[in-house]
């Protein structure tokens, strides 16, 4: 019998065969914030061997066969809006493909990919017109649409907002490793929007609301550090391959940066990327807040493995008339 890409789509979501155990969000404690390390990779195209390159950066970061085996991995991909033929909008559905191929190839008992689109209700169109349907189906990936999730309340961690508690989706509670797997882009009211800002998308939408209006209104840099400090994610992969400069993260114009960006700490991470950028990362109200709290910003502390942020840096093209952006540039 045939079946429509939606039909097959429909039967991936929710189909994770996940149980209750494992990963369990209030049982991760901060650490000392201490030197992190991140690693740059050059990537010319999303044609390039993308599970290669990020074995390659897993093994930088110290992330071996023995600590993946056996877990179950979510990856959380930036999808805010329909994106036919638009690269510089979304995640790439390839580099989805090419982090699933490497956290099989280290062991991990299943790979799935979990995402609340911000913007579009209809999860399934965002994702048959931004090309993920394609890779989802051929290579059976399982999908759950965090968007209609069943809830389940956190203590904020964080304390920013004034949001006393977090309301996460169930199948956040069912995994090992939650992975943000971002998109560089910059970003109309945050400044720029990379592996930190993307967790906004697993807040459900029937609880937060679209564009996720209830964080917005408690204060976007508020809850970007609230949702980290509760959620504590365990790696971070930025696609910067074809990034966004200008008006993002949805009206701006693509920027090819031919590079991806890893490490286990997410706001060491994002500072890399907006050194990249050419955007100075203690000009971004969160990161600059997330300092010592979340992790570091400071190039002393972060440790540089791979490219080296001299080399690969592409100045992002920032808005004026954006107060966002006013200031951000180094």
Not at 259 to 271: E, H, I, P, W, Y
Request: glycine share 10%; charged share 20%.
């Amino acid at each position: 019998m045939t079946i429509s890409r939606r039909t097959f789509l429909q039967g991936l979501i929710g189909a994770t065969g996940l149980t209750a155990v494992g990963y369990y969000l209030g049982k991760r404690f901060f650490r000392p914030v201490r030197e992190e390390s991140v690693f740059i990779a050059q990537a010319h195209s999303y044609k390039a061997d993308l599970a290669a390159v990020l074995l390659t950066g897993l093994k930088e970061l110290g992330i071996q066969r023995q600590e993946i085996r056996g877990r179950r991995i979510l990856l959380k991909p930036n999808l805010v809006e329909t994106s036919l033929g638009a690269p510089h909008i979304n995640t790439h559905p390839l580099v989805i493909r090419g982090a699933v191929e490497a956290f099989m190839k280290l062991g991990a008992a299943k790979v799935i990919v979990a995402e609340g689109p911000g913007h579009n209700h209809d999860t399934l169109m965002v994702l048959e017109e931004s090309g993920f349907v394609e890779v989802l189906q051929e290579d059976r990936i399982p999908f759950v649409d965090l968007n209609y999730d069943r809830g389940f309340p956190l203590v904020n961690a964080g304390g920013f907002s004034c949001l006393k508690t977090l309301t996460f989706p169930a199948t956040l509670s069912q995994v090992d490793w939650i992975v943000s797997v971002a998109k560089l882009k910059t970003h109309h009211w945050a400044g720029v929007t990379l592996s930190l800002k993307n967790l906004f998308g697993v807040m459900p939408g029937i609880y937060y609301g679209w564009p996720k209006n209830v964080l917005h209104r408690a204060g976007i840099s508020e809850c970007i550090l609230d949702i980290a400090a509760t959620l504590k994610p365990h790696l971070a992969i930025v696609d910067g391959i074809v990034g966004m400069e200008g008006d993002g993260p949805i009206m701006g114009t693509p920027k090819e940066v031919r590079a991806l960006v890893m490490g286990r700490n997410l706001t060491a991470v994002d500072a890399t990327c907006t050194r990249l950028m050419g955007i100075d990362p203690y000009r971004v109200e969160y990161l600059a807040k997330a300092d010592g709290f979340l992790g570091p910003v400071a190039t002393s502390r972060i440790r540089q493995r791979g490219e080296a942020v001299s080399r690969m840096r592409q100045d992002f093209q920032l808005v004026e008339r954006i107060p966002a952006h006013r200031t951000l540039r180094m």
